[in-house]
Structure formats: C-alpha cells, structure tokens
C-alpha cells in the first residue's frame, strides 16, 4: 500500500504513513547462550532497525539461588530491571498472565503506544519466576506471547519476530513473506 490510504487491523484502522519518535528497549534477564539464537535475534534486531531504534538489553542471571528464594530472586532481578528504565517509559511485560494478540492486534496495540507519546516503548522478559511486584507495579501493560511455555531465548526471538511484522503492518507492507 502507498499514499494515505489506511489499513484494516481487526477493529481498527491504522496509517502506514505515521512517523514514528520512538525508541524501543527489550530487557531480559539471561543472556542469550546458543549461537542460533543469537544469529536469529540480530536478524530481526537489524529489520527491526529499518523503522525504530531498538536496544536489546541482557541482564545477567542472580546466581546462588534456587527455588526456595523465589521472591527473594525476583526481587534482585526487579531491582536490576528498575533500573533500566526511565520515568517517562512505557513499560510492557511479556507475561503469562498478560493479554493475548494476533499479528494485527499486536500492531494496533503497539501504534496505541505510539500514540500516547514518550520516548520510548519498554518490554520486558522477566527471570523464570516472573516478576517482582514492584516490577508489576511499574508496568502499562502486559502482553502474552503464547499459552505455551518457551525457553526464554526462544521468548526473545518469537517475541522480535512479532515486533518486526508489528512493524510492516504499521507501514503498509507485506508481512506474511518477507
């Protein structure tokens, strides 16, 4: 699609012409490890990177801790993700709990985003316990990638492969083949 022209997103009608000011973080606890996935991610890192800036944020992993000190665990992660972000953030969970969304819906949501304005969009993967409650006390939003459970390396990638085709879909463009 070129010119004005809108396009249909579920309910919604969004312009494949908007500017768009703001940067994106994704943090996440752990590092990606298998050389695959980190291949996959820069892939969709760099399309990612023809329409927004994005920043991939790994935090490290809280060693010396197992289950038994699960709210304490979460609790240091918290602290270590609070401090990524600043006041003016949009904060979005990736959370099992959070609201589910087909490519289209997940486009019109993240334009919503846009629209509210600030600098920039953050999302956040959280350890393998969850989050902190002062992590979902600081959140917007919360977002559900699957009713499946994933390896949080696999979360990241299917989770930038969404934002990317979020991306086209904002911009008019073919997003089923690319």
Known sequence: MTG?????????FISPNLAIPMKVKLICIGSTKKSFYQEAE??????????????????????????KFREKLKDQEGQLILKQLQASDQVILLDECGKDYNSKEMSVF??????????????IIGGAYGFSESVYNRADAKIRL?????SHELARLVFLEQFYRSM?????EPYHHF
């Open 146 to 150: 699957s009713s499946m459970t994933f």
């Open 42 to 67: 820069f892939f969709y890192q760099e399309r990612i990177k023809r329409y927004i800036d994005i920043q991939v944020v790994y935090l490290p992993d809280i060693k010396g801790m197992d289950g």
């Open 168 to 172: 086209t879909i904002l911009k008019g």
């Open 4 to 12: 004005n022209s809108l396009v249909k997103a579920g309910n919604w």
């Open 110 to 123: 993240i334009q919503q985003r846009f629209n509210l304005g600030g600098k920039q969009l953050a999302f």
